[in-house]
C-alpha cells in the first residue's frame, strides 16, 4: 500500500507540473500587460520611467525562463505572487474567495449524486418498469442543457414567475439554492447513465440469481447486492466530475453574481492578472489531484478484490 501511495502522489505531482507549465505558456501568450493595463491608466500620471521600473519590480522585463523558474520556485512555497490589479498577494485573494467556490461545488456534487441514485432506482423498481424508458432518457436531457441557459432559466422560473426565491437581497442560503440545482443537474447526468448501465451489467451476475434463488426480495437484492457492486465505476466518475465540478462552478458563479473564483477569474481575465490565473488554475488542478488519490483509497471498500491486487503488488 506504500508503495502504491507513493507511485499514486508521484504521478500527482506530475500531473501539477504540467498544468503549472501549460497554463504559465498559454497565460504567457495572451495579448495584454496587465502592468500596463494598470498603470498606463492617464489618471495615474505616472511617467514612462515609473512605468518601466513597476514592470522591473513585477517581474515582467525578465526573460520567460527566469520568470517560469522563480513562479515555479514560489508555488512550491505556497507563494502565489501579488495581483497586479489587486496589489495584494493572490494568497489573500484565494483565502476569501475559495471558501465560496468549494460550498457551491460540494453541495452541488451531493445534490448531483442524489439525483443519480433516485433516477437509477425509480427506474430498476418493479412498480415503475412503465416509466423505466422516460426514467432512463432523463440524464441524455439533462447532460445536453448548457449550465449558463439553466441558471437563467432557473432565475426566470423561481425568481420572476413563482417568486419563490428573490433576487435582490436573499438569504446566504436561498442565493445557493439556484445555483446549487444549477451545477448539480449537468453532473447528474453522466453519474444516472454510466450508474443505469453498471447496475444492468451487474444484474446478469451469478450471484444475483443465486440471490434470487434463494428467495430474496427485489430490493434486498437491489439495495444488497446490486449497487453495492455497481458503485465502482460511478465512484471513479464521480471522483473525476467532482475535480471538474470546482472549475465547472466559475461559470456558475458568474451567471449568478456569486462571491467567489468565478468572479475572481472574470476580473483577472479582464485585467490580464496572471498571476490570479496560475494560481486559479493550480487551485483547480490540486483539487483534481486530491479527489482521485481519495477516490482510489476508498475504491477497495468496495470491492474488496482490489486490496489483493495491491498487496500482491
Known sequence: MRHYLLQRAGLGVLV????FTLSFVLLQVLPGDAVLIKFQNPDLGLSPQQIAEMRQAYGADSPLWQQYLHTLAVMLHGDFGYSVQAGVPVSELLTSNLPGTLRLALCG?????LLAFVLATLSRLPALRGLRNLLQSLPALFISVPTFWLGIALIQLFSFQLRWIPVINPSPWQGLILPIITVAV???????????????EVSTRPFVAVARAKGASEHYVLWRHILRNAMLPVLTVAGLLL??????ALITETVFG???LGQLTQQAVNNQDVAVLQAVVMISALGFVVINLLVDLLM???DPRLQLL???T
Open 186 to 200: 449537468p453532473i447528474s447526468a453522466p453519474l444516472a447513465q454510466i450508474l443505469l448501465r453498471s447496475i444492468d
Open 16 to 19: 501539477l507540473w504540467a498544468a
Open 243 to 248: 475535480g471538474e465540478l470546482i472549475a465547472g
Open 300 to 302: 477497495p471498500l468496495f
Open 310 to 312: 495491491r498487496g500482491a
Open 109 to 113: 456534487f451531493l445534490l448531483a449524486t
Open 258 to 260: 456569486l462571491g467567489g
